[in-house]
């Protein structure tokens, strides 16, 4: 004895039993989810129905009115699983995420769509059509969808303020494949919007909202929204940027030897720095460099500051880029982590000691260091007030 | 690989193509388009026939009108409109035109 359920298919009652219910309910199911984002979705579906409902009627008589689990099953099985039309359902769907990903659906533009759907996941190359030197910026602006003159400049930038861009430009250009076949170009350019939507949306949302403010509150509360946006755009691009290296981040034993040594690079360089900031408080020399008496204490300890950086940045990127290779193996990621602050913690305190122990100078410019912090902040105010 | 395999996403391909030649000669429903396939290569199922339907009818190619049927809903007669016999007609002659391509390459 089985339990029976009736349904309404296409306007006419049948009646199943509970096994062909659960089973054509699936088959329904699967076929609307597979239908996700075809404009026909709804008018596809009904017609399904009909023709199930159509191949019941077949086997049903005026003798027997209910349609076994059997039977259901050979009745789905003569239907076929839904074919996604190419093209249609991928389509409608990438302009779906991005809808609800930026929450403006209705401002996403044709070409935008068009741009974004059906095609292959996106993939960083190189591309040399229209490249100044190896194409690395050209792949970068193919990749986000930006002008690779903007690109161009930020490397440019990066080199001159922190001297990282060029180090991070013949990384690229090693690391980084050229696309040569047609499918990595067609997958080198456009990774879905993101950065041209981050432009566009800073472009459009703040000039049209700086046009009509009612009052200075609104303008506050709208600055604090637009901040606040802005900063969930980047922390999404750091997101993307991070899980991007993650996953492709070479991952080699090697890398667990060479962090503990990057760290006592590091380290090494830290010490220095530590030792001429001292010095140069205390004695207004650095490494046997007098210092001119019309360059205040402050200005020089900063640009020996942005000295350390520039030094120490390519050491950052490669310890960093090691940190994401191990990440991908389990068991060497929290081995290496700990063997690698333990050295840099190690080689940081012994040279500190060794320097202090050995350099008296340096023993008594830590005795009078208060003092001098206390005439550095005297500089500073001095400065300040004579402006 | 059977040549069967090899062949069927050109089969896909030309399913479209043989949909309009039914509907050409004929109002038809579903049914009648899966039984005159049955019988030849290009056999198919509904899952597969209503989304191609359902975007041909969205490009304009068909059009349908309702009719009772005596056992069951009514059911939905498809027909070609007249850019789909356009698409007919221009569809046959470049399948000609391959079709002699096949036959005529490596003949010397």
Redesign the interface.
């Known amino acids: 004895m089985n339990k029976v359920i009736t349904i309404n298919l296409?306007?006419?009652a049948y009646q199943l039993e509970e096994g062909g219910y659960d089973a054509l309910r699936v088959y329904l199911e699967t076929?609307s989810a597979q239908?996700q984002g075809?404009?026909?979705r709804g008018?596809?579906l009904s017609?399904?129905e009909?023709?199930i409902?159509?191949k019941f009627?077949?086997r049903l008589s005026s003798h027997k009115n209910v349609v076994e689990t059997k039977e259901v099953t050979a009745v789905l099985t003569?239907?076929?699983?839904?074919?996604?039309?190419p093209g249609?359902t991928a389509c409608a769907n990438a302009s779906g995420a991005g809808a609800t990903g930026s929450g403006s659906g209705q401002e996403t533009t044709g070409v935008e769509r068009t741009a974004g759907c059906g095609a292959a996941p996106r993939r960083l190359y190189r591309i040399q059509e229209g490249a100044m030197i190896a194409g690395v910026c050209n792949g970068i602006a193919a990749y986000m969808n930006i002008d690779p003159t903007l690109v161009r400049l930020a490397f440019v930038l990066l080199t001159i303020f922190w001297g990282t861009g060029l180090i991070v430009y013949v990384v690229m250009a090693i690391v980084v494949p050229e696309a040569r076949s047609p499918e990595e170009k067609a997958a080198a350019s456009g990774f879905p919007a993101t950065a041209q939507e981050f432009i566009r949306r800073a472009k459009e949302g703040y000039y049209e909202a700086m046009r009509n403010f009612p009052g200075r509150n609104a303008r506050r509360e709208w600055h604090r929204r637009f901040k606040r946006e802005m900063r969930a755009h980047a922390n999404q691009w750091r997101y993307n940027w991070h899980s991007y290296w993650v996953r492709h981040a070479p991952c080699h034993p090697g890398m667990g030897f060479a962090l503990p040594f990057l760290s006592l690079l590091q380290g090494v360089a830290t010490v220095l720095f530590l030792c001429a900031l001292i010095s140069l408080l205390a004695t207004g020399t650095v490494f046997g460099l007098v210092l001119s008496a019309s360059v205040p204490v402050w200005v020089a300890a900063l640009l020996l500051l942005i000295a350390y950086g520039i030094l120490v940045a390519p050491l950052k990127l490669a310890r960093r880029s090691c940190y994401w290779g191990l990440g991908q193996s389990r068991w060497a990621w929290p081995f290496a982590f700990f063997l690698d602050a333990i050295i840099w913690l190690a080689v940081v305190f012994a040279l500190l000691f060794l320097a202090i122990h050995f350099f008296p100078e340096l023993r008594d410019a830590i005795h009078g260091f208060p003092s001098v912090i206390q005439q550095a902040a005297d500089d500073i105010r001095t400065w300040w007030h004579g402006k | 690989m059977s040549i069967n395999e090899k062949f069927s996403a050109i089969r896909k391909g030309l399913l479209e193509f043989l949909v309009l030649q039914i509907i050409a000669s004929e109002k038809v429903y579903?049914?009648d388009i899966l039984k005159q396939l049955s019988t030849t290569q290009f056999a198919?199922?509904?899952?597969?026939l209503?989304?191609?339907?359902?975007?041909m009818?969205?490009q304009e190619l068909l059009d349908y009108e309702w009719k009772e049927?005596e056992?069951?809903?009514p059911?939905?007669y498809y027909q070609l409109t007249a850019k789909g016999r356009e698409q007919l007609r221009e569809t046959l002659e470049y399948w000609g035109e391959i079709n002699g391509t096949v036959k005529k390459l490596g003949q010397k």
Do not use: C, F, H
């Not at chain 1, 003569?78 to 039309?85: A, L, S």
């Open positions: 296409g306007g006419n076929a239908l075809n404009p026909d008018e596809i017609d399904i009909r023709a409902a159509e009627r077949t003569e239907m076929g699983p839904i074919e996604v039309e249609e | 579903v049914a198919t199922q509904e899952g597969t209503y989304p191609l339907l359902s975007r009818r969205r049927s056992a069951g809903p059911r939905k």
